[in-house]
Each structure stands twice: as structure tokens, then as C-alpha cells.
């Protein structure tokens, strides 16, 4: 059973203020996919990261991909109060039964005040 | 518009009652799930989907019973539930054989069980 811990569960900042959110396995993925969430809504994908060592940047938001494809990495840069919501992390299975699956974080929730 | 909709998008039912989740997708793909996502728990995928034949079902109970007419569209029958089968029912899409991880979701339907 592949597993990705999710860190922190909780992270509440001030308007202006970085911040970075971790997952980490000992599985390695194929992929790894980042989604943001809000309350009462399905996840919206964020990014698709592929190759180990991949670094993608989405305006604020830049999502590192572990050189073993075991880790991922989100860092907001200058967090704003629209940047609130539940993040979650899933890696894809690289083969076998895992393949076509998801493993999911248990999710970041962020909270920026303004 | 993440191109999955499900439908209703709220629904409050009884233990003894019968109701059916929809959800279509329009993104031309093979695969499609169903996960469940319950408060302070990552979520969990129940059924998997590939071009219509079930190769999933998450040793999820029998009051959950799948259904997948065509590669477009999902249901979830339900009847007899119990209050804690409450929560968010997510359905996702993927492309399917060489198109891909990432799994598109659509909105949810929050379920109630009284």
C-alpha cells in the first residue's frame, strides 16, 4: 500500500507571508498531481509534475518534484487571501495494481488573513 | 468548468430511501471513479472504472452499487444507507491507457443519510 504524508495539516499566515507544503513518500510515483479544493467543491488540478527533479512554476505557486519521485514540494510566494483552501497532493501508481491510482495527502488547509 | 459534472449537487435521503448519483464527462475519457471524502480523512476511492468495465471496487459495502452505461457517464445507486456514509461523493475522469495520470474531478454531490 503506497502511503503520502502530507505536512503541515494546518497553516494559517498573514497576507504577504511564504509558505510551503511537503509530501513525502518512500514509494516512488510516475507522476504527481496538486490540487486546491474549497469547501463544497471537487479538487481543481493545480499542476502535473513528471520528472524527477521537475520544477513548474504557476505565478505564486512553485511545485517541485523529487529527484526519486518520492517527495513534492508546493511553495506560495507573497500568500493572498484568494490563495485560501484545502491543498492535497496525490501521487500516481507506477505500475502493477497502483497503476490508473491515486495515493492522496490528507490535505493542507490554508488559511490567509488578511 | 473542469469539463465532469455531477449531479444533484446536494442530497438529504433517508436510511430506507433509493437514489442515484450521476456523473457525466466531457473530456473524451476511458476511465472514470468514484471516491468518497468524509471530514479529517484523505479521500477514498471506491470504484474504478475502465472503458465501462468495473476494475476497481475498494471492498466498498454493497449499498453502494456502482453503474457505467457508456465511457461518458456514472452512477452510483444507493439505498439503505447510514448516517455515516455522509460526505462529499467525488467523481473523476481520466484519459486511460497511454494519455496520462491526472484525474480530473468534478464538483461532488454532498450526501446526507438521516
Known amino acids: 500500500t503506497q502511503l503520502l504524508e502530507q505536512s503541515p495539516q494546518f497553516l494559517s499566515i498573514q497576507e504577504g507571508e511564504n509558505l510551503t507544503v511537503y509530501c513525502n513518500s518512500s514509494?516512488?510515483?510516475?507522476?504527481l498531481q496538486w490540487y486546491r479544493q474549497e469547501p463544497g467543491e471537487g479538487p481543481v488540478l493545480l499542476v502535473t509534475?513528471?520528472?524527477?527533479?521537475e520544477v513548474k512554476k504557476l505565478k505564486r505557486l512553485t511545485f517541485q518534484f523529487g529527484d526519486a519521485r518520492k517527495d513534492s514540494s508546493l511553495h506560495i510566494t507573497a500568500a493572498q487571501p484568494g490563495d485560501t483552501g484545502l491543498y492535497l497532493c496525490?501521487?500516481?501508481?507506477?505500475?502493477?495494481?497502483?497503476?490508473?491510482?491515486?495515493?492522496f495527502g490528507q490535505g493542507t488547509i490554508l488559511t490567509v488573513h488578511p | 468548468e473542469t469539463g465532469v459534472t455531477q449531479t444533484p449537487r446536494h442530497l438529504v435521503m433517508g436510511m430506507t430511501n433509493k437514489k442515484s448519483l450521476k456523473c457525466e464527462q466531457h473530456?473524451?475519457?476511458?476511465?472514470m471513479y468514484w471516491y468518497k471524502q468524509s471530514a479529517k480523512k484523505p479521500l477514498e476511492l471506491m470504484f474504478v472504472?475502465?472503458?465501462?468495465?468495473?476494475?476497481e471496487n475498494n471492498s466498498v459495502p454493497s449499498r453502494f452499487s456502482p453503474e457505467c452505461p457508456n465511457s461518458s457517464h456514472l452512477f452510483l445507486h444507493l439505498h439503505t444507507l447510514q448516517p455515516e456514509d455522509s460526505a462529499l461523493y467525488l467523481c473523476a475522469s481520466r484519459h486511460g491507457l497511454a494519455g496520462g495520470d491526472t484525474q480530473y474531478f468534478g464538483p461532488g454531490t454532498r450526501l446526507t443519510v438521516l
Open positions: 472504472y475502465n472503458f465501462k468495465e468495473q476494475t
Open positions: 473530456l473524451g475519457h476511458n476511465a
Open positions: 496525490a501521487g500516481a501508481g507506477a505500475g502493477g495494481t497502483s497503476y490508473g491510482k491515486l495515493t
Open positions: 509534475v513528471v520528472t524527477g527533479g
Open positions: 514509494s516512488v510515483f510516475s507522476s
